[in-house]
């Protein structure tokens, strides 16, 4: 069966710890109910599906290894892990100076036209500390209001 000692398993676990014991999302979990996996016992008091000792050790026998309730072979595919995976964002940030997208960016909203000298002393006079850890919207909307202030005085 699997490395557990009868000691290791609770008296009762609800349909979503029996689910998390065989590393099976819930919703997969219920989907294989009385296909794959026993259906539950239903406490009487608040008709509650539970899984008890004896229920739990035919669940993870079938987890391990590989025969659902009826005999028949079944195939588990792994768990997706629980953490999205992070796409990279585009670094849009002007490197050495070159402000080509913020200049552009800044034109779409009405400031054209620009060069990149002035955009380059704004962008100085906004973030002293520099750009690093400025998000790109924020850089646009900064810069956008430093210019925008400057061309109305």
Known sequence: MTDRNMSDFKEFV???EMAALCDL???RFHELIGIVFPYP??????????????????????RSTGRSINGEPVLFYRRRSQQPTRKQRKDTKPQNGNHADLIKSLGALGLAPL???QVSQAVREVFPQGTAEVAPGELIRQVFLKLKCERDV
Request: charged share 35%; hydrophobic share 30%.
């Open 25 to 27: 999302s819930r919703q």
């Open 41 to 62: 016992v239903y406490l009487l008091s608040n008709r509650r599906p539970i899984y008890d000792r004896k229920l739990q050790e035919v669940c993870l026998r079938v």
């Open 14 to 16: 609800s349909v979503s």
């Open 115 to 117: 060069d990149d000298r």
